[in-house]
């Protein structure tokens, strides 16, 4: 294949994933989004292969595991659950990072093969892009790896904190700076070693001080970082499809980061940086079996709802792992029935994702117009007469307004208590992934709906 029609074919799998990014900004288009993105990717693989032009014996091995690593991704994209795509995207976000690493390694090791010149007499340009992608893409694998124990709750949640800590990461972080610097001078294998190792450790410090509250912004940010290293690769490679795509998931990794900090009222920096969501939890847990809960069941919820004139679908993580989007939307259409309006109001950090619950209403055949975003409805329920809470907690509670010392202080949330009345299923008043109780639950207008959310959401339907 002559290079010029190969540049015109990555020119157009760039455009279809620029379409794709475009696409799946929206619910209504995300369908679409997706099917350009499969498109671009299966020209962008295609051409690469047939670029090559001498297919040697190892090209039978490379497609041997194509197909075993892609049936293992079909496989595990057909049977994973919605509550656990969080921990899915963290993990192919290491994987991602850890094929960065590989390609930088087998470049480093074997230059004459990708053109780069012969060991240690690699060209400057190109030992500078596969020293930066292979860090970046040890700090994406270590972190993503981090990310993913968290999620499965594997490993505790809870910020992990020691003395000494920021100082130590920009000591690290220095390092791979001086050492990339040297690494270019001397072209030295052990310090290429080096650099990869301390990417990694530095992959695992940066994440294990951020909080479980604040995973949806790290799962962001993670994407960005891949997409970085996948950009840093492509340099070294000369592939123009892998610069594209890399820099599109860097950049737009980036921004949603940085769009999700503002909502938050988080520092991005901070982010980048790993001190996110590292200050000390507030103590309000400690009284919490004082103090009193009033606590009903599906017929005092379906009374509230049938003399309400408005009512207020808030969905969490809840809704996500007790599958009751079906059951909530048979609810809705019922109360629709009854001539009583309906609205969602989605937080951008609902679940462990950004766009987890919209995926999940989108999949239970919810109509886009009645889904709002926090700032869009937050103003409505004051006027609302029944918020109906379906497993959300940090992002509905009052503290984050009123504890400076809480994790979750200063984050925008839904103003659910300002409804006349709150009916909040939930299975205990176990605190959410914040780790803190919810001030919510002690309200007057409250009324704790103990069970399961699908469960729960049925018997309403029932009684309604």
């Not at 001086?178 to 001078?185: A, D, K, M």
């Not at 980036?254 to 009222?265: D, Q, T």
């Amino acid at each position: 294949m002559s290079a010029n029609f190969s540049a015109i074919l990555y020119l157009i799998s760039g455009v279809l994933f620029i379409l794709a990014l475009r696409g799946l900004s929206s619910p209504e288009t995300s369908r679409q989004g997706n099917f350009f993105g499969i498109v671009g990717m299966i020209i962008a693989i295609t051409v690469t292969f047939l670029s090559v032009g001498n297919f040697s014996s190892g090209f039978i091995y490379v497609l041997i595991f194509l197909a075993i690593g892609g049936s293992i991704g079909a496989f595990i994209a057909y049977k994973i659950p919605m509550t656990a795509m969080p921990e899915l995207v963290a993990g192919f976000h290491s994987l991602v990072g850890l094929a960065a690493v590989f390609v930088a390694i087998s470049a480093f090791i074997n230059p004459e093969a990708f053109n780069l010149g012969t060991p240690g007499n690699i060209k400057l340009a190109s030992l500078i892009e596969m020293s930066i992608g292979a860090a970046v893409g040890a700090i994406t694998f270590s972190g993503s790896v981090i990310a993913f124990l968290k999620l499965q709750g594997i490993m505790s949640g809870a910020p992990i904190t020691f003395k000494g800590q920021h100082p130590l990461n920009a000591l690290i972080l220095i390092s791979i700076v001086i050492l990339t610097i040297y690494l270019c001078s001397t072209q030295s294998s052990n310090l290429f070693w080096i650099l990869i190792a301390i990417s990694f450790l530095i992959g695992f410090l940066i994440i294990i001080p951020i909080g479980g509250a604040d995973m949806p912004v790290v799962i962001s940010m993670l994407n960005s970082y891949s997409g970085w290293a996948a950009a840093g690769i492509g340099f070294t490679l000369e592939n123009t499809a892998l610069i594209i795509t890399g820099a599109l998931v860097g950049s737009s990794g980036a921004i949603l980061s940085y769009i999700m900090c503002k909502g938050m009222n988080r520092s991005f920096f901070n982010v980048i940086l790993g001190g996110f969501g590292a200050t000390e939890q507030s103590t309000s847990n400690q009284n919490k079996e004082q103090r009193p809960v009033k606590s009903g069941n599906a017929d005092d919820a379906a009374f509230l709802m049938k003399n309400a004139s408005s009512v207020i679908i808030v969905p969490g993580y809840g809704m996500a792992v007790a599958q009751a989007q079906h059951a909530l939307r048979e609810m809705v259409d019922t109360l629709k029935k009854n001539d009583i309006k309906v609205s969602y109001a989605i937080h951008p950090v609902a679940g462990r994702m950004p766009g987890h619950m919209n995926v999940l209403l989108a999949e239970a055949n919810v109509p886009y117009d009645e889904v709002f975003e926090l700032e869009e409805i937050n103003n409505d329920f004051a006027n609302a007469d029944v918020a109906f809470v379906i497993g959300a907690n940090d992002v509905t509670n009052p503290v984050a307004k009123t504890d400076p010392q809480s994790p979750i202080y200063g984050m925008p949330v839904l103003d659910v208590e300002k409804c006349k009345s709150v009916l909040f299923v939930k299975r205990s008043l176990s605190p959410g992934y914040a780790g803190i109780d919810n001030d919510l639950f002690y309200k007057e207008n409250t009324l704790m709906l103990f069970a399961d959310a699908k469960k729960m959401t049925e018997d309403i339907t029932k009684n309604l």
